[in-house]
């Protein structure tokens, strides 16, 4: 079975954050270890980490997924900006392996933005920054978000991905979360076509590496590279790609991460959906259920 959640606000204490995702129904959930905009880290209260990891145990969550601030940009060719990208990703995961020493938890980042430099410098930026930032003995596992390919963006396909994992060398260390969204604007054919999505993924980068999901819907077109997410069944994609998606047996028992508009109803809505889809519902009953909440909600 797979692992649902969303993105949960960390504004509160590490405890309150896996509370709230079990509230709507998730055993997994994804979080900010500091401001998105970048700023410090909290301090550390290695209590609060271990109510929650106790709280995951009981309620059997799945691996955790962090999301490193967007701001940061490990390709940047303006070396203040790189340098600070990657002490704080070295402070981030210093942090998360409070957790991961008990808990399985993944840092999800986006590669970067090459700023005019060219795909091939940036490419290489990403892997030797990941080089100084990765521990020799470390339990989270990076992962490479792939990317819709706006501006200069590195990792809107697989190719660029697997290129940064290859120049690591603690390549056991580096996986990929595939955003569904990103990789539809990036244009690839995850609305009809995944299980291709899949084989692409398998033939670049090799299926064992892919290790999560970012699982929205779009608001634009394949290859728009626009990255604007949609709640599930109301964008592009539509609701038979979300069956299709959480039905393929290679990528079962990952957790998915929910990055939609929403506040907790919805996401608790759109997770109940997506297990109900995973365990064999039709497309036509989901499509009932989903006019259903759609026509009460608006
Ligand atoms: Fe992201
Ligand atoms: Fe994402
Ligand atoms: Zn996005």
């Not at 509160?12 to 959930?29: N, P, R």
């Not at 410090?40 to 271990?50: Q, R």
């Not at 809107?156 to 697997?162: I, P």
Request: glycine share 8%; aromatic share 10%; net charge negative.
């Amino acid at each position: 079975m797979a692992y649902f959640g969303w993105h949960v606000s960390s504004s509160g204490s590490f405890k309150k954050m896996a509370e709230t995702a079990y509230k709507g129904g998730a055993d997994t959930f994804a979080f900010f270890p500091r401001s998105p905009r970048g700023g410090k880290l909290k301090a550390l209260d290695t209590e609060d980490i271990l109510d929650m990891v106790s709280f995951l145990k009981e309620h059997k969550f799945g691996p955790l997924v962090a999301h490193a601030p967007y701001i940061y940009n490990l390709a940047s060719k303006d070396d203040t900006i790189r340098k600070r990208s990657l002490d704080n990703m070295k402070e981030d995961i210093e942090r998360l392996e409070y957790i991961a020493a008990e808990h399985p938890v993944y840092y999800n980042f986006h590669p970067g933005a090459h700023t005019g430099q060219g795909t091939h410098i940036g490419i290489n930026k990403i892997a030797d920054a990941l080089n100084e930032i990765i521990g020799p003995t470390q339990n989270t596992i990076l992962l490479l978000e792939t990317m819709a390919g706006k501006g200069s963006e590195i990792g809107s396909n697989f190719d660029e991905l697997a290129q940064i994992i290859e120049s690591v060398d603690a390549s056991d260390k580096v996986a990929v979360c595939l955003d569904t969204c990103h990789t539809n604007d990036a244009g690839l054919a995850v609305a009809d076509n995944f299980s291709q999505v899949l084989d692409d993924f398998n033939a670049a980068i090799g299926l064992e590496k892919l290790l999560a999901f970012h699982i929205n819907d779009s608001k634009n077109e394949k290859g728009s590279r626009k990255d604007r997410h949609e709640t599930i069944g109301r964008g592009t994609l539509g609701l038979s790609a979300f069956k299709k998606i959480v039905s393929e047996k290679r990528v079962k028992s990952l957790p998915f991460i929910l990055e939609t508009p929403n506040e907790l109803p919805g996401y608790a809505f759109e997770i109940d959906l997506l297990r109900q889809l995973e365990s064999g519902l039709s497309l036509k009953d989901a499509e009932k259920i989903f006019d259903e909440y759609w026509k009460d909600a608006k």
